[in-house]
């Protein structure tokens, strides 16, 4: 398999709750899914859980002015995207701190988040999965597919659409998941696997984007491998070529 990622995530040693300070048990964490998640994978996550107690923002605090939140009840229900822009995605903070070392420290260390109950992704903006003006929408999916990872500890969610955003969240093992090579694994799947037109000219322009080269090339390779297989709809090719960089529509038309 083509290694997509360009650094590996690191594998941890089994942990459990006993071993790390403030860790949640981990049967606490399964009863809690086993009371409610029943069909996590089809069904809209929240929707099958408690009401969320904290929300995560995907920017840095100094990016987003906006309130803290106070009712989650009304503010947290569903993803949405503040008056600054930002993405904005409820969750549970049982099962983050459970899951993630980086929500475990800022929830547990964090008095901002304590109070405000939003918990800051910085990252998203260092790593330039979204920056200050652009559609929100490709980091927030992305976070969601890793959310769900988180939830369900399943990844036939993931999606080559927002696989190369999920793999710079793993990057340099930052938010320090314990099994984040299983998602890692299931993202480079994603990327290396068959992919319909429109889908790999997404990945091509997203892989231009964040500077991976590799991926770009993969979905220059499946975007040919579609167009020499079967005659397209009118209008298809050109709608997908589109969107992609100037240099890989040049490689494509010359293929």
């Known amino acids: 398999m083509c290694n997509i990622a360009r650094k590996q995530v690191p594998r941890h040693h089994e942990t459990n709750g006993a071993s790390r300070a403030g860790a949640i048990l981990?049967?606490?964490?399964?009863?809690?899914?086993?009371?409610?998640?029943?069909?996590?994978?089809?069904?809209?996550?929240?929707?099958?859980?408690?009401?969320?107690?904290?929300?995560?923002?995907?920017?840095?605090?100094?990016?987003?002015?906006?309130?803290?939140?106070?009712?989650?009840?009304?503010?947290?229900?569903?993803?949405?995207?503040?008056?600054?822009?930002?993405?904005?995605?409820?969750?549970?903070?049982?099962?983050?701190?459970?899951?993630?070392?980086?929500?475990?420290?800022?929830?547990?260390?964090?008095?901002?988040?304590?109070?405000?109950?939003?918990?800051?992704?910085?990252?998203?903006?260092?790593?330039?999965?979204?920056?200050?003006?652009?559609?929100?929408?490709?980091?927030?999916?992305?976070?969601?597919?890793?959310?769900?990872?988180?939830?369900?500890s399943q990844t036939e969610h993931v999606k080559a659409e927002h696989a190369l955003d999920v793999l710079a969240l793993l990057a340099n093992d930052f938010l320090q998941l314990p099994d984040a090579l299983l998602l890692q694994r299931a993202c480079e799947e994603a990327l290396t696997g068959e992919m319909g037109l429109d889908t790999a000219a997404a990945v091509a322009s997203r892989a231009h984007q964040l500077e991976h080269p590799e991926a770009e090339a993969l979905a220059v390779d499946s975007l040919a491998a579609v167009l020499m297989k079967s005659p397209q709809p009118a209008g298809a090719v050109r709608r997908a070529a589109a969107g992609l960089p100037r240099a890989a529509a040049a490689e494509l038309m010359e293929r």
């Open 26 to 152: 981990e049967d606490d964490l399964s009863a809690l899914l086993s009371s409610f998640l029943t069909s996590a994978l089809e069904a809209p996550l929240v929707g099958t859980l408690p009401t969320p107690d904290c929300v995560v923002s995907l920017a840095r605090e100094n990016t987003c002015h906006c309130s803290a939140v106070t009712d989650m009840n009304s503010a947290a229900k569903v993803v949405e995207t503040c008056e600054c822009g930002v993405a904005r995605v409820p969750a549970h903070r049982l099962l983050l701190a459970s899951r993630c070392g980086f929500f475990d420290a800022s929830l547990r260390f964090g008095l901002g988040e304590q109070r405000s109950l939003v918990i800051h992704l910085g990252i998203v903006e260092d790593l330039g999965v979204w920056r200050p003006g652009e559609d929100p929408r490709p980091g927030m999916e992305a976070f969601r597919s890793l959310l769900r990872f988180l939830y369900t």
